[in-house]
């Protein structure tokens, strides 16, 4: 991607003082892109080999890892709280509204995350790991690459009501979604943005139906919705039934990292309500949507900008946290 001068610079300064920072984060440490870089110099080729073979074996993947690190994020910050599985008074947030049934990826995390335990033991958190995995996703499905400021630590707990509560849902209004994003310190740029994600991926009927037949709660179909390809989602998507058919997000390249998810949006043909709201409820974000949807370049330089102030959400750093030795669980020792 082409990186501001302003970014450049900040990146030289860092590869002569790898003390700079590139952002405030909680436990008095910084996140910078050479973290690693004498601890455990490997850690991002291994991470990037992982994530290509689980790419190669399944396509889907690549939005899974991506989604996975979005979805920590929003709750209580990247600090991996995402992993834990439920243990002692650990409720997961696996079981929540926006990740059951439907978060992936759990077991790329755990094979990446052994393999840099056995060339570097206790140095690489699991939220770093999830970080460069969908920088890594990305990249591997055809979408701009940057460089991931890293130094986060992990969570000792999650919070399944934050993890309810935080992140936006596909039938939210556009006001709610952008404050849910305004609260991480997120901007309708950013929104927009990022929602440009969806460019890669499936949703479940049970995402979308209410579109389909009881958008406004009168029981009729969303109007901003192409009624052709409405009809076609109702063949798979019945009034009752079907909850977990999948469906593309975009229908034109599913697993290529593009912007024909904006071109969708101009055409009516979002899947999701909270895509097609983008182009329909806001000036500001309907103008983003028409630069995206007419120039690559510029959607893969801001997504690239969002991601990285995404994966600066509130980091646990410094002696916050810890560096877990297994994602699933809080270490014992």
Known sequence: MAYSMGFITLL??????????????????YLYPQFYYRSCPKAQEI???????SVAEDPRMAASLLRLHFHDCFVKGCDASILLDSSGDIISEKSSNPNRDSARGFE???KIKAAIEKECPHTVSC?????????????????????VPLGRRDSKGASLSGSNNNIPAPNN????????FKLQGLDIVDLVALSGSHTLGYARCTSFRQRLYNQSGNGKPDDTLDQSYAAYLGTHCPRSGGDQNLFSLDFVSPVKFDNSYFKKLLAYKGLLSSDQVLFTKNDVSR?????????????FEQFAESMIKVGNISPLTGYKGEIRKNCRKVNTY
């Not at 030289?12 to 440490?29: H, I, K, Q, T």
Request: aromatic content about 12%; proline content about 3%; hydrophobic content about 45%.
């Open 12 to 29: 030289s300064l860092l590869s002569f003082a790898p003390l700079c920072f590139y952002g405030n984060a909680a436990g008095g440490g």
């Open 47 to 53: 991470a990037k080999h992982f994530v290509a073979k």
């Open 108 to 110: 790329v995390i755990d």
């Open 127 to 147: 939220a770093d790991i999830m970080a460069l995995a969908a920088r890594d996703s990305t990249v591997l499905t055809g979408g701009p690459n940057w460089e």
């Open 173 to 180: 209004t556009f006001q709610t979604i952008l404050t849910k």
């Open 287 to 299: 103008e983003l949507v028409k630069k995206y949807a007419y120039n690559q370049q510029l959607f």
